[in-house]
């Protein structure tokens, strides 16, 4: 039995094989959708699709998103689609005051965080129909910086303007960023280490809900940007 919703529409998710991306691919399904997870790593795409099962309505691809013939190859392979959605961060190593801060890891960031939505609007938005939608994932560094975040922030904050503006070139597509806010996922073990739970535990105190979020609390919120037809940023 499945969630009424997405019923019978296709849906690729870049980052889907953990996290929000994992969440949200299971929400996907459940409510009837077909539904693609692509990454860059084979072996997390195999776990992440023996967890889920639903073989029938779902398949994965590897792609890294920060090359452009990867990502046009992935287009012509899949074909026709109905929406797509990256939650896709490569922040390791980003997270560091700023005399650390080694290029190739800021590097990373705007690859995963900025290039490679750009290339997955140029070469996706072709292939979804008039009533289609691109959803991103940026972060609350955008507007709520902290050391050692210096170039998560920036990145953020650009992929946001760059949602602005391809919300009006690709219109009648739907173009949407959501910006979580402190979410418990992989991501945090790059970022804060041995010190996630304290650190995350630490930030629940001060959150009026008493707990950050989860990733299926986020996937919903995705979720509403391609389910909703009407909504763009």
């Known amino acids: 039995m499945h969630r009424k919703g997405m019923d019978m529409e296709k849906i690729l998710i870049v980052g889907g094989s953990s996290g929000m991306g994992l969440a949200l691919a299971r929400r996907c399904l459940e409510e009837g959708a ?9 072996a997390k795409l195999c776990a992440a699709r023996d967890g889920l099962g639903r073989p029938g309505t779902l398949e994965t691809a590897v792609v890294d ?44 960031v705007v690859e995963s965080k900025f290039y ?28 709520r910086p902290a050391a050692r975040g210096s170039v998560v922030a920036a990145v953020n904050a650009a992929l946001e303007g760059l949602v602005r503006a391809l919300a009006v070139e690709l219109a009648p597509i739907r173009v949407n960023a ?21 650190t995350l535990a630490a930030m629940a105190r ?24 009407w909504v763009t940023l």
Request: with cysteine.
């Open 34 to 42: 077909h539904v693609i997870i692509a990454g860059r790593s084979e």
């Open 65 to 108: 998103i920060s090359r452009e013939d990867e990502v046009a190859a992935l287009f012509t392979r899949i074909g026709r689609l109905d929406h797509i959605v990256s939650t896709a961060a490569a922040i390791e190593g980003a997270y560091r005051l700023l005399p650390e801060v080694e290029l190739k890891a800021a590097q990373r």
């Open 116 to 143: 490679g939505p750009l290339l997955l609007a140029k070469h996706g938005a072709p292939k979804l129909p008039p009533t289609g939608s691109l959803t991103f994932v940026s972060g609350i560094a955008a507007y």
């Open 178 to 198: 959501v910006s979580p806010g402190w979410v418990d996922t992989p991501i945090w073990e790059l970022v804060a280490g041995d010190a996630k739970n304290e």
């Open 206 to 229: 001060r959150l009026p809900a008493g707990r950050v979020g989860r990733p299926e609390d986020i996937a919903d919120a995705i979720r509403f940007c391609p389910a909703d037809r």
